[in-house]
Nanobody, 128 residues
Framework: QVQVVESGGGSVLPGGSLMLSCAAS????????MGWFRQAPGKERETIAC??????DFSASLKGRFTISRDSAGNTVYLQMRSLKPEDTAVYYC???????????????????????WGQGTQVTVSS
């Protein structure tokens, strides 16, 4: 059974850091495109990054503060977030199965609706 599970969320002070994990089971995560997303209360789900074997594409507004790393043996992709701001408060998700299990990210950052298999999300709260 294909599954992705997020973890690592929590509460952090402004300026702090968090690392989120997206652990996959039932398939090899690094063989297919996957994405990181977030959804703040009352807002649409926002694409943070699209990750494939050969590249990582970030939302322009988040590039520089957020980075991606991978653990192939652990079948996990990590989202490292630094210099967190209150506006980063959201539920963070990872997802896969981009347009029928595409292996590569498209030239433009894909939307959340383009992904079919989702984790349950992990809450990140940035507050003093």
């Amino acid at each position: 059974q294909v599954q992705v599970v997020e973890s690592g969320g929590g509460s952090v002070l402004p300026g702090g850091s968090l690392m989120l994990s997206c652990a996959a089971s039932g398939f090899t995560l690094e063989d297919f495109a996957m994405g990181w997303f977030r959804q703040a209360p009352g807002k649409e789900r926002e694409t943070i990054a699209c990750v494939s074997t050969r590249k990582v594409d970030f939302s322009a507004s988040l590039k520089g503060r957020f980075t991606i790393s991978r653990d192939s043996a652990g079948n996990t992709v990590y989202l490292q977030m630094r210099s967190l701001k209150p506006e980063d408060t959201a539920v963070y998700y990872c997802a896969t199965d981009l347009g029928g299990w595409a292996r590569a990210c498209p030239s433009e950052l894909p939307a959340a609706a383009d992904f079919a298999s989702w984790g349950q999300g992990t809450q990140v709260t940035v507050s003093s």
